[in-house]
Nanobody, 123 residues
Framework: QVQLVESGGGLVQAGGSLRLSCAAS????????MGWFRQAPGKEREFVAA????????YYADSVKGRFSISRDNAKNTVYLQMNSLKPGDTAVYYC????????????????WGQGTQVTVSS
């Protein structure tokens, strides 16, 4: 089992920045691709960004390209999501997920999920 705990969410004004963290524990972090998803009220959970085990491959939803950046520190078993130029439309609960291999935007290919952290962007 891999346990994932997100942190760093909060309330920010439009145009501001936040950095989310996702700390993994339990079974080895090795070899897992990591992803960030988000879910707004009344909407389905959607893909945001993903990163391969090595960090050499990243993938972003079109809606966040150029504004968000995903990274990971395998020594710390932690993945990050730097969010800049935030918009009210980015308001959602953000979840990190871990999966064997690298299937960036495939929710069904992620085996472990965190409990989520709320991000609210005010206009």
């Amino acid at each position: 089992q891999v346990q994932l705990v997100e942190s760093g969410g909060g309330l920010v004004q439009a145009g501001g920045s936040l950095r989310l963290s996702c700390a993994a524990s339990g079974r080895t972090f090795n070899g897992y691709g990591m992803g960030w998803f988000r879910q707004a009220p009344g909407k389905e959970r959607e893909f945001v960004a993903a990163i391969s085990w090595s960090g050499g491959s990243t993938y972003y939803a079109d809606s966040v390209k150029g504004r968000f950046s995903i990274s990971r520190d395998n020594a710390k078993n932690t993945v990050y999501l730097q969010m800049n130029s935030l918009k009210p439309g980015d308001t959602a609960v953000y979840y990190c997920a871990a999966g064997a291999g690298f299937y960036p935007n495939r929710k069904d290919r992620y085996d472990y999920w965190g409990q989520g952290t709320q991000v609210t962007v005010s206009s």
